[in-house]
């Protein structure tokens, strides 16, 4: 092999890695605006319907038969709105990491006009007390996360499932890692 060749055979490598490189860096900032447009989506619905979590999915069958355990619920949470037996509510007790979707049963008003609320679940014998954190024995606005405005049947599931059964979720990960290796070109 002569020296120009050696010389060509080099350059073409030299394009090569530079190929790579512009590629990878493609594919970087790529994957970097979609999750940045997914986070400002997410403050987006946060602004536009007053609520720390826009969205949530029920976890459990408490709420049968109005939601299913995976439902997806679209939240709104309007501070100027009045709390209202039946509604349903997402909310937060002390030292409860996940929110809770029941209805209001019970409204307790005060002569000072704030008012306190009693959830259950539609599906439960009892009403919330034992749930609340210890000696609370009514819920306040704040601890509402928000209201149910509307949903999407079982489209949550996928969440249940990753969370219960961890192998699914690897499984899911090595899947879409394999997928954006295969399709790197």
Same mark, same amino acid.
């Given at each position: 092999?002569?020296?120009?060749?050696?010389?060509?055979?080099?350059?073409?490598?030299?394009?090569?890695?530079?190929?790579?490189?512009?590629?990878?860096?493609?594919?970087?900032?790529?994957?970097?605006?979609?999750?940045?447009?997914?986070?400002?989506?997410?403050?987006?619905?946060?602004?536009?319907? /007053?609520?720390?979590? *826009?969205?949530?999915?029920? #976890?459990?069958?408490?709420?049968?038969?109005?939601?299913? &355990? =995976?439902? +997806?619920?679209?939240?709104?949470?309007?501070?100027?709105?009045?709390?209202?037996?039946?509604?349903?509510?997402?909310?937060?007790?002390?030292?409860?990491?996940?929110?809770?979707?029941?209805?209001?049963?019970?409204?307790?008003?005060?002569?000072?006009?704030?008012?306190?609320?009693?959830?259950?679940?539609?599906?439960?014998?009892?009403?919330?007390? /034992?749930?609340?954190? *210890?000696?609370?024995?009514? #819920?306040?606005?704040?601890?509402?996360?928000?209201?149910? &405005? =509307?949903? +999407?049947?079982?489209?949550?599931?996928?969440?249940?499932?990753?969370?219960?059964?961890?192998?699914?979720?690897?499984?899911?990960?090595?899947?879409?890692?394999?997928?954006?290796?295969?399709?790197?070109?």
């Amino acid at each position: 092999m002569g020296v120009a060749s050696m010389l060509q055979i080099d350059e073409m490598l030299g394009d090569f890695n530079r190929m790579n490189k512009r590629q990878s860096l493609y594919q970087v900032l790529s994957f970097a605006m979609i999750v940045s447009s997914a986070l400002m989506i997410w403050k987006g619905l946060m602004v536009v319907t /007053g609520s720390e979590s *826009p969205i949530v999915v029920v #976890l459990s069958g408490s709420m049968e038969p109005a939601f299913h &355990r =995976g439902d +997806l619920l679209f939240l709104t949470n309007y501070k100027e709105e009045p709390v209202r037996v039946g509604e349903i509510v997402v909310f937060k007790v002390e030292g409860r990491d996940i929110p809770i979707v029941h209805r209001v049963i019970k409204l307790h008003e005060k002569e000072d006009g704030s008012v306190k609320f009693l959830t259950k679940g539609d599906n439960n014998n009892v009403d919330d007390r /034992g749930l609340y954190a *210890p000696n609370q024995l009514w #819920l306040t606005k704040k601890d509402i996360v928000g209201r149910a &405005r =509307g949903f +999407l049947p079982y489209v949550g599931i996928i969440t249940i499932f990753m969370n219960e059964y961890h192998q699914l979720q690897w499984a899911i990960l090595s899947i879409l890692a394999i997928f954006v290796l295969l399709h790197r070109e």
